[in-house]
């Protein structure tokens, strides 16, 4: 898995910090952008909204990530966060996921079945069987869109998404805090809240878990 943070909004805090004073502030927007106050100021502004759940201000922060080497069973669990998700995936239709000299197509493997020798065989099995099945069809002339169907979930895909802050920390919560989230897609979200940390620290308080305590 590899995970890059390609473009975000250039200043969260002022960008949240404008829409929530705008709410309630005589000025013009454009006023108070010219004569801002301190960041300890916008700070203190922004976690009472944060705290008061007055989170539309947060859509008008947005970051976009470049994914690549993550199973289709990552994309279906991540495609199910549509509001304020933007998602742009490699087409199976496009590209070929013909064998090439042998080798079989990239692939994710659980820890679990990694960790058990006798899984890890049966597993492997059925990666050869399925390419070895891709590739009978494409020389029986099926059309790669339909030849796909054979493919498994574990198979590697790429991915570009973008997302507001606010969707941003609604899918942190339900895929890395709540207990029971599945280990792949817990791991892409941590490593995309630290990638975000790295440009916005002061975001650390409301993701509800310390990264470094994290041993994903």
């Known amino acids: 898995m590899r995970v890059d943070l390609i473009y975000t909004t250039p200043d969260y805090l002022m960008a949240i910090w ?16 010219r004569d801002p106050v301190d960041s300890s100021k916008m700070a203190k502004l922004v976690d009472f909204l944060i705290n008061a759940k007055h989170l539309s201000v947060l ?6 990530f470049a994914v690549s080497g993550v199973s289709r069973a990552l994309l279906a669990q991540y495609s199910r966060h549509r509001i304020g998700v933007s998602l742009s ?7 070929s996921e013909r064998s ?8 994710v493997v659980p820890p679990t079945i990694m960790a058990s020798p006798e899984a890890l065989e049966v ?20 059309p790669r869109e339909d030849a796909r ?4 979930g574990a ?3 790429n991915f570009v998404t973008t997302l507001n802050l606010r969707s941003f920390l609604d899918v942190y919560e ?6 029971g989230a599945q280990w792949e897609i817990r791991e892409m979200l941590i490593e995309m809240g630290r990638l975000l940390l790295e440009k916005e620290p002061w975001l650390d308080r409301y993701l509800g878990v310390k990264l470094e305590e994290c041993s994903c």
Not at 149 to 152: N, T
Not at 174 to 179: P, S, T
């Open 123 to 142: 597993f492997m099995k059925a990666m050869e069987s399925a390419q070895d099945a891709y590739d009978r069809l494409i020389d029986c002339k099926i």
């Open 100 to 107: 090439s000299g042998g080798a079989i197509f990239d692939h």
């Open 59 to 64: 859509e008008h922060c947005s970051m976009t």
């Open 18 to 33: 404008l829409a929530g004073h705008t709410c309630h502030s005589p000025l013009a927007p454009q006023e108070l952008y």
């Open 89 to 95: 995936v490699q087409s199976q239709r496009y590209v």
């Open 155 to 157: 198979i590697c895909t």
């Open 149 to 152: 169907f054979v493919l498994p």
């Open 174 to 179: 339900k895929r890395v805090n709540v207990k």
